[in-house]
């Protein structure tokens, strides 16, 4: 949830009420915020030891949907409609005295499309700023920036002294080098190949050159004089900035996603337009697309939607009718009335500050939080029903609590790994169709999810080399794979593993591990060469070769590179036949006749391989253990797994 500071003096003064810190956290937490600090005790601190401080501020946390109250114009408006003191706004587009004929226009070049393609823009007249006001304004474009623009990529904002351009304007895009004009800030022109240069240097801006730095053209905007008014997403022009003293202020808006900037430019415009002479009215532009259509932006009208009284009761346990709902609404900012053809229908407007609100529960929950959440009737479930675990946590636990108790110790890693962790040291290859990588890893200590427990395992005993030995541990969670097959094109397999390091291998420990866990599991241990056995485990050692002959039945055993050479086994597992008519008996029997494989693979041990534990630092040699164990959950309601 993003942070905002407001000035506790201002916020009070907009409120027209002085509040303690308890009330005013009080106040917060029934709208559904949280405050987060008050700095008033450290800034009057700050001034009895005579140092330079400002003004206390209180920090107050908001929903991350709620772009209307990233500033404190949105967070004063909201707060005073829900305490009744003011009524919801109107927000509306003035035209010029001319009419739709005299609005400013913005003509988009085709060229842009390959770049930053779409555009909004708005004018807001007779601006009335203060210094606090001024800040407030600069402010809530770098926390729309931050957010919903995810730094500039999806949305940019420009603000412009409209009375230093002169119209029409109109946005292009054009090589950098053809682009030249005086950044903001700056006294000396540049192409936009030369800003690149400059602002590499500059802490701030050069975070967002990446966005268009490897483009052939950059966007640009042009007054009818040719005079630059910003190259988004970087640098705004020094001749068009806004100061305390402008009046008349151009906001555009370039983006990468209509959504977003729909709200960007609706946010900006009418939080701000309460600072205009005529409060709440924007001046709308004319923008001539590259096709040569029009559309007038921005686009502020109400969203009109429907909800039932009887659904808000449903889900509150309230017994409301639909006109008090529609009060509780009224404190929300939502403008409502009941329909005149269903007495439990609310026909509900919906502002442009409330791009949030998509559902008829979105309407639900503002209606219950203006009733009060903690007034709400404490009532049992019409239906009762008794929780059970999914089959493979039962699973899991019965091995969790059998090598705990065995005195093991389980470990908990993230699931999420480097690439060179989960591939080349285990020296695994790569197939690009096994894991699932992360498209923007924001370090390279996460790049994919994992496919087996072991990394996680051998960190672990890498960061407690000192720890005595022997060191052993293990873990029980899901490693995924891709799976094409299913819609959300992965899926989870839950895994067990364990390593031992101690100064010898100790291969015959983690053999003992996954016996003691089968026998909890009361899966018998059978022989592989056993073909009458119903169903069992078995080991098959892990050779050179891809496959062997046993009595005439092919048996895979695939090496892990992971495991020394001669020093690995390879877990086989053979499920029990399913219960069904006598067909299928005469089948089975046909099917170990002809020594038709029906074994599974469902995991591996061994003597972890020199290399391995090289790459990991450890200076001892480990054993390891991992196996899946999903053949052996039983079946449950698909609603309750992971199973499609």
């Not at 956290?25 to 140092?51: H, M, N, P, R, S």
């Not at 807001?124 to 990529?153: E, W």
């Not at 351009?165 to 054009?174: G, I, N």
Request: proline share 7%; net charge negative.
């Amino acid at each position: 949830m993003p942070t905002i500071s407001v000035d506790k003096a201002d916020l009070w003064e907009r409120l027209g009420q002085e509040f303690s810190t308890e009330e005013f956290d009080q106040l917060l937490f029934e709208y559904g915020l949280e405050l987060d600090e008050d700095t008033t005790a450290e800034v009057e601190a700050a001034i009895k030891a005579g140092l330079p401080t400002e003004r206390p501020q209180l920090k107050i946390e908001v929903p991350a949907n709620r772009y209307d109250l990233v500033c404190i114009e949105g967070i004063a408006r909201a707060l005073r409609i829900f305490l009744q003191k003011a009524e919801p706004p109107r927000y509306k587009l003035v035209y010029p005295p001319g009419g739709e004929s005299e609005l400013l226009t913005m003509t988009i070049s085709p060229e842009v499309k390959k770049v930053r393609p779409l555009f909004a823009c708005a004018i807001l007249r007779n601006v009335k700023f203060t210094p606090r006001s001024y800040a407030s304004f600069i402010d809530l474009q770098d926390k729309l920036h931050q957010n919903i623009g995810r730094r500039r990529q999806l949305v940019s904002i420009g603000t412009h002294d409209l009375d230093t351009l002169k119209a029409p304007f109109r946005y292009e895009a054009q090589p950098p080098k053809d682009i030249k004009f005086v950044p903001l800030n700056k006294d000396t022109a540049y192409t936009a190949e030369e800003l690149m240069t400059v602002y590499e240097s500059d802490k701030h801006l050069s975070r967002y050159l990446h966005i268009i730095r490897d483009s052939p053209v950059y966007p640009i905007i042009y007054d009818s004089m040719d005079r630059v008014l910003s190259m988004p997403p970087i640098i705004n022009s020094e001749h068009s900035k806004i100061t305390l003293n402008t009046r008349n202020i151009f906001i555009d808006v370039t983006a990468t996603d209509q959504t977003k900037l729909d709200i960007v430019v609706n946010i900006v415009a009418t939080l701000f337009s309460e600072y205009c002479d005529e409060q709440y009215t924007i001046e709308p532009v004319r923008i001539i697309l590259p096709d040569g259509s029009t559309r007038i932006s921005p686009d502020i009208s109400e969203r009109h939607t429907t909800a039932r009284a009887s659904y808000v009761n449903a889900c509150t346990g309230l017994n409301l009718s639909a006109s008090e709902v529609s009060t509780l609404l009224q404190r929300m900012a939502l403008r409502s009335r009941v329909s005149p053809s269903n007495p439990d229908e609310l026909l509900v407007q919906i502002p442009a500050t409330r791009p949030d609100i998509f559902h008829e529960c979105d309407i639900m929950e503002d209606a219950a939080i203006a009733y009060g959440f903690n007034k709400l009737p404490h009532k049992f479930p019409a239906t009762s029903t008794v929780a059970q675990p999914l089959a493979i946590s039962k699973l899991s636990d019965i091995v969790r609590q059998e090598w705990a108790l065995a005195g093991w110790v389980e470990v908990l890693p993230l699931i999420l790994c480097s690439h060179e962790e989960n591939f080349e040291f285990l020296n695994h290859v790569d197939d690009a169709k096994t894991a699932v990588k992360i498209a923007n890893p924001k370090s390279l200590e996460f790049q994919v999810v994992r496919t087996t427990l072991l990394p996680g395992l051998l960190k672990t005993i890498r960061e407690n080399r000192s720890h005595p030995l022997p060191i052993k541990i293990f873990e029980t969670s899901d490693v995924v794979f891709k799976d094409t097959s299913r819609e959300r094109q992965a899926r989870n397999v839950r895994h067990a593993a364990a390593v031992w390091c101690n100064k010898t291998a100790g291969f015959e420990v983690v053999h003992g591990m996954l016996n003691r866990a089968m026998k909890m599991l009361e899966i018998p241990l059978i022989g592989n060469t056993d073909q009458k056995g119903e169903t069992g485990y078995y080991i098959k050692e892990s050779s050179g070769e891809s496959s062997h002959v046993i009595h005439r039945l092919e048996v895979s055993c695939h090496p892990d590179p992971v495991y020394f050479p001669g020093r690995a086994a390879t877990i086989y597992y053979r499920p029990p036949v399913k219960a069904g008519n006598t067909l299928t008996g005469i089948k089975e029997e046909t099917k170990t006749g002809l020594h038709v494989q029906r074994d599974l693979e469902i995991g591996s041990l061994g003597i972890l391989h020199p290399t391995v534990l090289a790459n990991f630092e450890i200076g001892y040699p480990c054993s390891a253990l991992e196996f899946t164990l999903e053949p052996f959950k039983k079946n449950m309601n698909k609603i309750w797994t992971n199973d499609d």
